[in-house]
């Protein structure tokens, strides 16, 4: 690793444990909820990396389809991996949380089934890239899909909504200011803003492994033709 | 405008015709869904739930399917037969070729709904003639068959293409379902009324076709 990666690295190894000491010693236990609120730091988090993320693979994909650019479809390709990651981890997280406060794992109300879509079309993703032939074939396929799949979940999110919900409304957004007391707000926010970091890290290091993978197939090739 | 809606008839136009010719798809779509009529018959417990409360979940699974072996087949058909280089060696724009292959294969998929419905309301004792029903049918036909023909013309360019198909198209059609199933719910016996989700299949309808056309130039490339 570079030396600047290395120091993010250890910085986001850093930020996760005080994320970790502040969401179990400094933040309140919630009055209705109890412990299992405490999920909710990581698990809005994971989200926000996850969109952060897929965002990353919808620039990618249009950057890569307007000049195709190897450098804009590695970022796409390393991204929609990272992006998969954190919606695993909100999925399961949430579903954590929902057993002991609704009662049961899983409910089909519009964030949860878009999440879910969410991590069926990024999946398909990587499929779309392993299954195509490598190069500019799986490129382009795979920019396509995730150019759709990016326009497609808000869609899945708002069908649903139109349908029925159930999922806690916003407490960061809620009019007329954060409904959360301070040393939740700062405990989210320190949370956020690591597991940020880590994202932003494990992007950079996905990214530059896959650099270096094709620089030495490229050598090989040209070994071999020499 | 006029060279593209040309285009597009032509090819739609042929795929039509080598249907009716060949007569191998429609046959076999029609048998399909009268079978997956008759699994849904004894794999729920009919007599328990009421007929209505199942007859639009079994519609909706039969037509996912069916979609997606119609879809499937318009590509692969021109793959096996190396005629999708030909069409594509042609000045037509690619927006225009994939727009007419996919009027084709939601004309095929109507027809088979037109088997579809019907049967559904042998077995289940279902509606056919509500507006409802007819209209969210077809709405949602012409947005699945955007989106099933976009991601077919790049399954069938992979191997694998069988298992890239359904992966694919199924989760891109889920708010197809989710209205569509609401607005067939509602046909069929729920509470509510059907206008607002028929609207709604249409705006998703436009959005899906200009997606799937303007992506079609990077799909049918080489």
Request: hydrophobic share 60%.
């Amino acid at each position: 690793m570079t030396r600047p990666l290395s120091i993010a690295a250890a910085l986001a190894t850093l930020a996760m444990a005080g994320a970790g000491a502040m969401i179990f010693l400094y933040a309140p236990r919630d009055a209705l909820e109890g412990e299992p609120q405490r999920i909710f730091y990581l698990h809005v988090s994971a989200a926000i990396a996850a969109y952060v993320a897929f965002a990353l693979v919808l620039a990618g994909g249009v950057v890569y389809l307007w000049s195709e650019s190897a450098a804009a479809d590695r970022l796409a390709r390393v991204s929609a991996e990272v992006g998969l990651l954190f919606t695993t981890i909100t999925l399961v997280m949430g579903s954590l949380w929902a057993k002991p406060i609704w009662g049961a794992y899983w409910t089909w109300d519009a964030r949860l089934t878009s999440t879910l879509v969410l991590w069926m079309m990024y999946a398909a993703y990587l499929l779309v890239r392993r299954i195509a032939a490598p190069g500019r074939q799986a490129a382009r396929f795979a920019a396509v899909v995730g150019i759709i799949a990016f326009i497609d979940v808000p869609i899945v999110h708002f069908s649903v909504d139109w349908w029925r919900t159930q999922h806690p409304q916003s407490v960061i957004n809620a009019p007329g200011g954060p409904a959360l007391p301070p040393e939740m707000l700062v405990t989210f926010a320190v949370t956020a803003l690591a597991v940020l970091l880590l994202t932003g890290v494990l992007i950079a290091v996905r990214y530059r492994i896959e650099a270096l993978r094709e620089q030495v197939a490229g050598l090989v090739e040209e070994a071999e033709a020499a | 405008m006029t060279a593209f809606l040309r285009v597009m008839g032509a090819v739609a136009g042929k795929d039509l015709r080598t249907e009716l010719r060949s007569r191998e798809m429609l046959p076999s779509l029609a048998q399909f869904v009268i079978l997956a009529l008759l699994i849904a018959n004894f794999g729920f417990d009919v007599g328990q739930a009421g007929p209505g409360v199942i007859a639009p979940g079994v519609l909706w699974l039969a037509l996912v399917f069916a979609g997606l072996v119609a879809f499937g087949r318009t590509f692969a058909a021109e793959r096996d037969q190396s005629s999708l280089e030909s069409l594509l060696l042609t000045p037509a724009s690619r927006a225009a070729i994939f727009l007419g292959k996919a009027l084709a294969a939601a004309i095929l998929l109507l027809a088979c709904e037109v088997v579809l419905v019907p049967g559904l309301a042998l077995f289940f004792g279902t509606p056919i003639a509500s507006p409802t029903l007819v209209g969210a049918l077809a709405l949602a036909t012409v947005g699945m068959a955007a989106l099933g023909c976009l991601f077919a013309a790049l399954a069938a360019q992979t191997r694998a293409r069988e298992l890239l198909l359904p992966v694919l198209a199924l989760p891109l059609w889920i708010p197809f379902v989710v209205v569509g199933g609401r607005a067939v719910q509602i046909a069929m016996g729920a509470p509510g009324a059907g206008g607002p989700a028929l609207g709604l299949l249409l705006d998703f309808d436009i959005l899906f076709v200009v997606v799937a056309s303007l992506a079609a130039r990077f799909v049918l490339d080489d």
